[in-house]
């Protein structure tokens, strides 16, 4: 049996609100007889039982997943795809596509736990288990034991059981990171390599460095009393006063404690009326006042990046950490490919 087919197969009905995606019917409608009443003392019929051997979902060498593993997985996803789809047809996608991916999780989860396993040297220290599960506690019970205990008998699961599955998280985390990190070193040859040909993914819009003072206009200023006031701080700029100083001491915005610095700026981030006398300056300038029904404003260039391609030497970081990425993913991939050939593997 396919993973797809697992949405045929009645899980949605255990996880999903039967009104979800149900239509309105119309006003003239007929009322419908009100439904019998439900036997609370029974589970809701998924009919799962009748089509999986036990329930299983799969085995994976030694170890057996059961459907009722997998609704646990499932279970704390499904409010969000629900809140996020946007028909039955599309939930229902979004949750066989997620079903393969958490069947396929869980067996891959299985086969690294075994992986670390066969190195007896390696073990989780107990004292690192107990602070995980103090942690949970904390941070989902609000650190409440019985709300704890009450949750796994909720999901029927003991103790020993969780212990067990929060030991194999840790394992799973920790051999997964370990794959990553040995693929974290990349060569210069290979960020020039890669600088070269892609060059259009770093290409960059013209951009300033902007610096602002904002005056506020007062009750009824006319636009000559307020262009007044922005000519005398225009003097002290042309006198040779610093801007940022200037800012601290007389911009009204946001911005002011930290000199007017509202950090680069594409052109195609302002306003038309701020972005026309802005780009139109070198570094060191500063446009002359520009009034809006608001206030008035003094932009000043800190720097400029005309618009081109970056120089590797601005970009070197970014594509150390994109190959860094894409090695590990790789490296992950064969080791996955590699556990999961050499293991018994048993999807219903």
Request: glycine share 4%.
């Amino acid at each position: 049996m396919t993973l797809s087919r697992f949405r045929s197969l009645g899980l949605f009905s255990a996880l999903l609100p039967v009104a979800v995606f149900a239509q309105t019917p119309p006003v003239d409608a007929p009322a419908s007889p009100a439904p019998a009443k439900a036997d609370a003392t029974k589970p809701p019929a998924d009919n799962l039982d009748l089509r999986f051997a036990n329930g299983i979902v799969a085995v994976v060498e030694d170890k057996v997943i059961t459907v009722d593993d997998l609704r646990r997985e499932i279970a704390p996803r499904v409010a969000g795809i629900q809140r996020s789809a946007t028909s039955e047809k599309d939930f229902n996608d979004r949750m066989e596509a997620l079903q393969d991916d958490i069947i396929q999780e869980m067996i891959d989860r299985v086969l690294i736990v075994k992986d670390f396993k066969k190195d007896d040297k390696r073990h989780i220290p107990e004292s690192i288990i107990d602070n995980a599960i103090a942690d949970e506690q904390l941070r989902r019970f609000d650190g409440d034991r019985s709300k704890f205990l009450a949750y796994l008998r909720a999901i029927g699961m003991t103790f020993r059981e969780y212990r067990k599955k929060m030991e194999d998280d840790i394992i799973y985390d920790y051999m997964r990171g370990q794959q990553r990190k040995n693929e974290s070193v990349v060569s210069p040859a290979r960020v020039e390599t890669f600088y070269s040909e892609n060059k259009d993914r770093f290409y960059q819009e013209d951009q300033v460095h902007m610096r602002m003072i904002a005056l506020n206009r007062a009750d009824s200023e006319t636009d000559t009393q307020l262009l007044a006031d922005a000519a005398k701080v225009e003097t002290r700029i042309k006198a040779g006063e610093k801007f940022d100083d200037l800012a601290r001491e007389l911009s009204q915005d946001a911005k002011r404690s930290k000199g007017g610095d509202w950090g680069w700026q594409r052109k195609t981030d302002l306003k038309t009326e701020f972005s026309d006398p802005l780009f139109k300056l070198d570094q060191g300038q500063a446009t002359a006042p520009i009034v809006t029904p608001e206030a008035a404003y003094i932009l000043y260039v800190e720097e400029r990046k005309l618009a081109g391609v970056q120089p590797l030497a601005d970009v070197r970081d970014q594509i150390e950490k994109i190959l860094a990425n894409q090695m590990a993913r790789d490296s992950e991939t064969k080791w996955l490919e590699r556990l999961r050939r050499n293991a018994y593997v048993r999807i219903y």
